[in-house]
């Protein structure tokens, strides 16, 4: 039995234009992916674009992560909000098996972010870049069907380390 689906073809379209206006070298490295992973590419950038726009244009409100990690616990449900990209998510964490807990640590660095935390250490520094980073390499690494802690670290560094040099 195939699992309902939430996602209209125009929300899968407002999460490509997402990504098209938002970053033009991940939506141009995008189009290598195979096509079966693109449109989950769309809509897991598209979460991880709007919580980043959210808590910058709300001036740095907790109020702003409690909604976003509500609106990912009602995707997660099955229930997702009424937005395209709720609903577009909604669909990929499912049909993929993304784990929450990786998206649940970018939000989580998005709190560090809004307690305008500074990290003192470099392994501090780290710890927020595998939140913000590399959470999604390891999100885009379960996209793609790779699975296992060894893998999932290496993306985890990988995603991290390029936070730190883009920064």
């Known amino acids: ?3 309902e689906r939430f996602a209209a073809t125009a929300d899968q379209h407002a999460c490509r234009a997402m ?4 970053s033009k070298s991940f939506f141009a490295a995008s189009l290598l992916l195979p096509s079966r992973v693109r449109d989950g590419a769309y809509a897991l950038y598209a979460f991880c674009r709007l919580s980043d ?3 910058d244009v709300e001036g740095g409100r907790a109020g ?3 909604r976003l990690s509500a ?3 009602a995707a997660y ?3 997702p909000a009424a937005s395209p990209i709720d ?3 909604s669909d990929t964490v499912r049909a993929f098996d993304i784990p929450k ?3 649940a640590a970018l939000l989580e660095g998005l709190t560090w972010d809004v307690e305008q935390r500074r990290y003192e250490t470099f392994d501090a520094l780290t710890a927020y870049a595998a939140r913000v980073a590399g959470a999604v390499g390891a999100m885009m690494t379960a996209l793609m069907g790779a699975r296992g802690p060894a893998l999932a670290a290496r993306e985890c560094g990988l995603g991290g380390a390029m936070q730190l040099t883009s920064s």
């Open 1 to 3: 039995m195939q699992a």
């Open 19 to 22: 990504i098209r206006h938002g």
């Open 53 to 55: 726009d959210v808590v």
């Open 64 to 66: 702003a992560v409690a």
């Open 71 to 73: 609106r990912l616990d």
């Open 77 to 79: 449900a099955g229930a």
């Open 87 to 89: 609903r577009a998510l």
């Open 101 to 103: 807990a990786l998206l």
